[in-house]
């Protein structure tokens, strides 16, 4: 019998990469930003926050992790365009980009403003759309390169409570995944991205204690997701052991929703 040695459970499997994280300040980006830094990336935080993001790079100083932050709006083209050079600067290269910052806006159809639609779509598409265009060429070149989006099972299923803009912005980020997918594969570019639902972050703080437990109820393992849950994910698809999944979206909602 083969005892399995705990010490080489996945370590370091982001060794000598670069990863560039968008809305790394809190929630799962920071969480995501901090499990690949523990397993040896390079880090590039990015937020439009910057009290947050310099608390953040506060902890991750005192963590001795190797990392850079930026201030970044990235519904601004010419500031995602500073972030991405900023981060060769610093580092030579962008191995993984993970796409994670985005607006959610909980208001009536006929309530939704054309700022709201403006903004939801500037944030979550966009931004996107702004970032991946930037490292496109840049990981061409290394002939490899890891992208990974934050969607939404709204995305796929559509919701009752959050503004519909939100819903639609983030069906474009699944088809964006996709054809990005199809693009890039031939240079060694894999894209996927995660459906989360029921993730307790910061986003999530208009939920009542009672609407969280009649929601942990409806899910079969009875529980509501964590930002290290969704981290876990995000850092799988963004490291080499995903390398022959691409164009996938996946759900990661205890099972409350599946397809």
């Given at each position: ?9 996945v ?7 670069v990863?560039v994280?968008?809305?790394?300040a ?9 499990q ?11 937020d ?5 993001i310099e ?7 005192t963590?001795?992790?190797d990392?850079?932050s930026v ?17 060769v600067?610093?580092?030579?290269k ?13 208001v ?6 054309d ?15 702004y ?6 060429p ?8 890891r ?13 009752n409570s959050?503004s519909?803009?939100y819903?639609?912005?983030?069906g474009?980020?699944?088809t ?11 240079y060694?570019?894999t ?17 009542t ?19 290290s ?9 963004a ?7 691409t164009?996938?979206t996946?759900?990661?909602n ?6």
């Amino acid at each position: 019998m083969i005892t399995p040695n705990k010490e080489s459970k996945v370590k370091n499997r982001f060794e000598g990469k670069v990863a560039v994280i968008t809305g790394s300040a809190r929630g799962m980006g920071k969480e995501t930003a901090k499990q690949m830094a523990m397993e040896g990336a390079s880090i590039v935080l990015t937020d439009i926050d910057k009290v947050a993001i310099e608390k953040t790079a506060e902890e991750f100083k005192t963590a001795g992790y190797d990392f850079i932050s930026v201030l970044c709006d990235i519904s601004k083209r010419s500031q995602v365009d500073n972030l991405i050079n900023e981060a060769v600067k610093a580092f030579g290269k962008i191995d993984i980009l993970i796409n994670n910052a985005g607006l959610l806006l909980t208001v009536p159809i006929e309530e939704t403003t054309d700022e709201i639609i403006e903004k939801t779509l500037d944030i979550n598409v966009k931004g996107v759309l702004y970032a991946i265009r930037a490292v496109t060429p840049i990981m061409k070149k290394q002939n490899y390169g890891r992208i990974v989006n934050v969607s939404s099972i709204t995305g796929k299923n559509g919701d009752n409570s959050t503004s519909f803009v939100y819903g639609a912005s983030k069906g474009a980020v699944l088809t964006i995944t996709r054809s990005v997918a199809r693009q890039l594969g031939p240079y060694g570019i894999t894209c996927n991205g995660i459906a989360p639902h029921a993730v307790m972050t910061e986003m999530m703080s208009y939920w009542t204690e009672e609407k969280k437990a009649a929601m942990a109820a409806k899910i079969p393992i009875r529980r509501l997701g964590t930002e290290s849950d969704m981290a876990a994910l995000m850092c799988f698809l963004a490291s080499d052991d995903s390398g022959f999944i691409t164009g996938e979206t996946v759900n990661i909602n205890g099972g409350y929703y599946m397809d």
